[in-house]
């Protein structure tokens, strides 16, 4: 006997001595299909890592869920981002042989991705986990605390603290980072190299640094407007970023993890540290940023963060 399911149907194909038989009946939708069912927003064809059915308590949590446990209509696209987020992160992590995973959520606001992450791996990897979140607003942490009391999350701890003079714990896994607005990316990114994470899941959100200070040496015309100037800004901005990490030594991916008509800030970059320095990369970042006569804030940090390192002989007389 082979039974095939597709979508709503159930097809039987029994054999005998007698010959083949085939039947076919309706199939009772999934709580998962019902809810993408009702919800147009929501993508039918793929088979979403948090599910409705499953992470009831956790959505509801997060404002995702009504108490009844229906999605709410203006969370829809909310719901969406951070599952696809979940799942072009997810690689990493399967691949990850760490005796626990410390998972980093740099500028976490009100910590949605912080509590998802904390699910997928516990709850769906089934892996040993802990997660801390870090913000510069005091009432987003003791809000996010709150939260992981009432779930009953007691691998999760949240830290009211400034990335600029934040030191992370040992052996970080890895750093995430969603919608960090304008240098709170780069302070994300500092933070991760300075820990030496092993990957690193960004999403950058507004552009501000660079934009007074790029210029484009025999291009200028091109940037006359204000609305193409802005533009190029935000492309410079996290294709510097993403060169800066190949020039730390890590494998970087660029891609769109969800559709600009959900957000048009919906680029995630991925880095894997290799463990290798990059010197082409190096050259090719310094070239570029001379080119530009720009100085980011991922910059500085890094610059002190050599600073930290470098011992001078002087130093080491008594």
Do not use: W
Request: aromatic residues 6%; charged residues 30%.
């Amino acid at each position: 006997m082979l039974v095939y399911t597709e979508r709503s149907a159930v097809v039987t194909l029994s054999a005998t001595a007698r010959g083949v038989q085939m039947k076919q009946a309706e199939r009772e939708a999934s709580d998962e299909e019902k809810a993408n069912a009702a919800n147009p927003l929501l993508d039918s064809g793929r088979q979403y890592l948090i599910r409705v059915d499953q992470a009831a308590a956790l959505l509801r949590e997060i404002g995702i869920l009504t108490a009844d446990g229906k999605l709410k209509n203006d969370m829809i696209r909310k719901y969406n981002q951070i599952d696809h987020y979940v799942e072009l992160v997810a690689p990493m992590f399967e691949q990850d042989d760490s005796d626990e995973i410390v998972l980093l959520d740099c500028a976490c606001g009100k910590s949605y991705l912080s509590f998802v992450m904390n699910y997928y791996l516990h709850e769906v990897l089934h892996r040993r986990c802990r997660v801390i979140g870090v913000d510069i607003k005091e009432h987003v942490i003791d809000e996010s605390r709150a939260m992981a009391k009432r779930l009953g999350y007691h691998n999760m701890s949240f830290q009211c603290a400034d990335l600029r003079v934040y030191q992370p714990p040992k052996n970080v896994t890895a750093v995430i980072s969603l919608h960090a607005c304008d240098i709170a990316t780069d302070l994300a990114l500092a933070t991760a190299l300075r820990a030496r994470a092993k990957y690193i899941a960004c999403v950058p959100c507004c552009h501000k640094e660079l934009l007074d200070q790029y210029t484009m040496p025999g291009l200028e015309p091109l940037t006359r407007h204000g609305v193409f100037k802005a533009r190029f800004n935000d492309v410079l901005t996290d294709s510097m970023r993403a060169l800066k990490l190949e020039a730390e030594g890590y494998k970087v991916s660029v891609v769109e993890y969800i559709s600009p008509l959900d957000t048009p800030k919906n680029l995630l970059i991925r880095a894997v540290r290799t463990g290798r320095e990059n010197r082409r990369a190096k050259a090719d970042y310094e070239a570029v940023r001379r080119t530009l006569g720009t100085t980011s804030e991922l910059d500085r940090r890094c610059m002190d963060m050599e600073n930290e390192f470098f011992v001078t002989d002087e130093d080491l007389i008594p």
